[in-house]
């Protein structure tokens, strides 16, 4: 569950924006909770199975990225809504940004549900996800006994 907005916009710097294809207007990023379970895993698999996402995990925190640009970013690559753009825009800094730093020390990055499934795998071993068909046939079963009753 999305708890607080990690956004990147840029910043003051603009000497460096302006070399810049506006990359930090690109996407954000919420954290979500730490997952403990497999069901919880699956949620992300799930939420990596939508297109333009990424989840990351940094400092021991999970992210889910989503890649899509935000709507005032203009075709020249400048803010067209400079003038009344969000206050995490105008707090950002180019120091560490996406144009100036090629290595934000992920823990993990997933950009696929199919890297989550053989995570899983790897985590919790090959039949993680036969459980479901257990669960299903478990279902199946009480439901034909209340039936019959
Ligand atoms: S990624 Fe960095 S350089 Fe590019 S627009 Fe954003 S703050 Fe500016
Ligand atoms: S409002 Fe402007 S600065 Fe902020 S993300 Fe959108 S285009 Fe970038």
New binding site residues.
Partial sequence: MAKTKKK????K?QG??K???????RYFALPIETPEDPDDYDDIRWYLSHTQTQVFVEDGDWYLNVLNPCIYLGPD?RCLNYEKRPKICRT???DN????SDDYGYELHFTSDKQMEEYMKIKFGPKVFERYDAQKRKKAKSKSKRKTR
């Fill in positions: 990147k916009a840029p910043g710097n460096r924006c070399q810049c294809t506006g990359l930090c207007c690559n950002y800094k180019t940004c996406e144009l100036t």
